[in-house]
């Protein structure tokens, strides 16, 4: 049985800076939200996509029709809370069946606090996004009893353009840690959960402007003990740990406005250390060496993206989200590109010429999505390797 079927959900408006509205159900907590709202492809991962802090201040709206089906559980988070700003979908299944599920995600939502919205076409969303590009928009849930008004859906439309613009946005700072701290959890395996790393083979600090924990998790997997650092911790204070590596994580929002990240690794990278950016970590990498970010009109979201590997002419099949993108055509002449969107021909990744140093935009620790590309974790490990040995 589909969300469609029952009566026992509150209506709930998704208004568009356009002026665009759509009437559903409320699946979540009562209130209003705004942010950007962009569109995941993804068939699952919903709880993984939710709790992503490179979603901040983002409505997400999810392709696939059936969104809750197999609930949520404690293990499947990627933060310590729901970062979206909201969640749009078609269907909530009424029944969620799931060995590890604990609880169903209308549940969730509420629990979190997190405003959605549900039994709206989520095709005609996603067109209407796809042929303008991504824009503003604010949901409102309503209270049991109440009936969607004028008023209301006056009120959403005045929410959506009045949320801020996503490009100038420095929201590392929101997201990031507030202080530093050591990892050493390893990946999830069926019937045993996650693992410890106990004896690691090297040290890598992680600048946290929005980490995702299954990075940190891929990190521990492969022999490194991990101490993260808040987004604006000076290189000076990097470098004093001596590390092996050095990690740029992902995250939310445009990366020009993070000066002290740019600052600070562009000290690390020239330092000599090996050094690998993710996302907004790949973005402020090229921004370092003298590269150039735009925002993009059509934002990358969704776990079947394909990737162009140019040394090899591999395509991968990789997990993206992100909205802004390094311009390809403006890379200095020590930067060279690595890897190729096969969507639009936006960059995908970049290496150093004359340092240890490189990057990629999307996500190689997937989660949801293909582990094609996970490979990019063992090249870091590979030339700490070399650098301690050198």
Sequence with gaps: MLLSLQGTFPP????????????????????????????????????????????????????YPHIGNYGVNAEDVESHKVQAAGLVIK??????????????????????????????????????????????????????????????????????????????????????????????????????GYGTQTAPRFHVVAYDFGVKRNILRMLAERGCKVTVVPAQTPAADVLALQPDGVFLSNGPGDPAPCTY?????????????????????????ALAAGARTFKMVHSHHGANHPVKELATGRVSITSQNHGFAVELDALPSHLRATHLSLFDGTLQGLEHTNRPAFSFQGHPEASPGSSDIDTLFDRFTDLMEIHKNA
């Design 91 to 192: 269907d909530l299944p009424l029944l969620a069946s799931n060995f590890r599920s604990t609880e169903t995600l209308s549940a969730y939502l509420v629990r979190e606090g997190t405003v959605a919205i549900a039994n709206i076409d989520t095709r005609q969303l996603t067109r209407l996004l796809r042929s303008q590009g991504a824009q503003n928009g604010a949901i409102v849930g309503l209270a049991v009893g109440e009936a969607v008004t004028q008023a209301h859906i006056d009120q959403a439309i005045a929410a959506a353009q009045a949320a801020p613009s996503m490009a100038g946005l420095d929201l590392a700072k929101v997201v990031t840690t507030g202080t530093s701290y050591d990892w050493t959890e390893t990946e999830w395996t069926l019937g045993q």
């Design 12 to 63: 709930a408006i998704l208004a568009l800076a356009d002026g665009t509205v759509f009437i559903g159900n409320s699946i979540g907590a009562t209130g209003t939200t705004v942010g950007e709202v962009v569109f995941n492809t993804s068939m699952t991962g919903y709880q993984e996509v939710l709790t992503d802090p490179s979603y901040c201040q983002q409505i997400v709206t999810l392709t």
């Design 261 to 285: 990240a740019i600052e600070a690794v562009r000290t690390i990278v020239d330092s000599g250390v090996p050094t690998f950016g993710i996302c907004l970590g790949h973005q402020i990498m």
